[in-house]
């Protein structure tokens, strides 16, 4: 909190505004840090971006500063045309998606996750002899843009 204070009151040369980004906000505490973090955030020429899993442990005051946008995960079968790109550029055919969605539903939204599952029916899909024969390059996947994370952003307080 001592560094975004001080960062808060000097003079930006390279932007109007300071740009503050704290992730999972929802771990400071809400006594000590939030309160104070509720105080810096009056500070004029200052934007915090804000992420929090747990909008009710966040200060009210805090939250009356911000904008808050939800993001919900996207619903597994979003993820069937990604999952499908992965196993075509490894080279494997793309089965059913009744065989996919058990696969994807277990990641529970984690894009990490549904990549390396989809990595890993690939070689086994490979390894089956279900291979994907193609004539052009492999695309490059499209990822859903919905985050699986509660976020939100604090107003921007005109410099005087």
Not at 42 to 55: D, K, M, P, Q, W
Not at 61 to 77: F, K, L, N, Q
Not at 119 to 127: H, R, T, W
């Given at each position: 909190?001592n560094n975004i204070?001080t960062?808060s009151?000097?003079?930006?040369?390279?932007?109007?505004?300071h740009?503050f980004?704290?992730?999972e906000?929802?771990?400071l505490s809400?006594?000590?840090?939030q309160k104070r973090?509720?105080?810096?955030m009056?500070?004029?020429?200052?934007?915090?971006?804000?992420?929090?899993?747990?909008l009710h442990r966040?200060?009210?005051?805090?939250?009356?500063r911000?904008?808050?946008?939800?993001?919900?995960a996207?619903?597994?079968?979003?993820?069937l045309s990604?999952?499908?790109?992965?196993?075509q550029?490894?080279g494997?055919?793309v089965p059913?998606?009744?065989v996919l969605?058990?696969?994807i539903?277990k990641?529970?939204?984690s894009?990490?996750?549904i990549?390396s599952e989809?990595q890993?029916?690939?070689?086994?899909?490979v390894?089956?002899?279900?291979?994907f024969?193609?004539t052009?390059?492999?695309?490059?996947p499209?990822?859903?843009?919905?985050?699986?994370r509660?976020?939100?952003?604090a107003?921007?307080?005109?410099v005087?």
């Amino acid at each position: 909190m001592n560094n975004i204070e001080t960062a808060s009151l000097t003079v930006n040369i390279c932007s109007q505004f300071h740009h503050f980004i704290i992730d999972e906000c929802d771990n400071l505490s809400r006594n000590l840090h939030q309160k104070r973090l509720r105080n810096i955030m009056n500070v004029s020429g200052c934007i915090f971006y804000l992420t929090t899993n747990h909008l009710h442990r966040i200060d009210g005051g805090i939250a009356s500063r911000c904008h808050i946008i939800d993001c919900d995960a996207a619903p597994p079968h979003a993820w069937l045309s990604l999952f499908a790109r992965v196993l075509q550029n490894n080279g494997a055919s793309v089965p059913s998606a009744s065989v996919l969605l058990p696969s994807i539903y277990k990641c529970n939204g984690s894009v990490r996750d549904i990549i390396s599952e989809a990595q890993k029916l690939a070689v086994f899909l490979v390894a089956k002899g279900h291979t994907f024969q193609t004539t052009s390059a492999p695309v490059a996947p499209i990822v859903p843009t919905v985050m699986n994370r509660m976020q939100f952003s604090a107003a921007t307080r005109q410099v005087p």
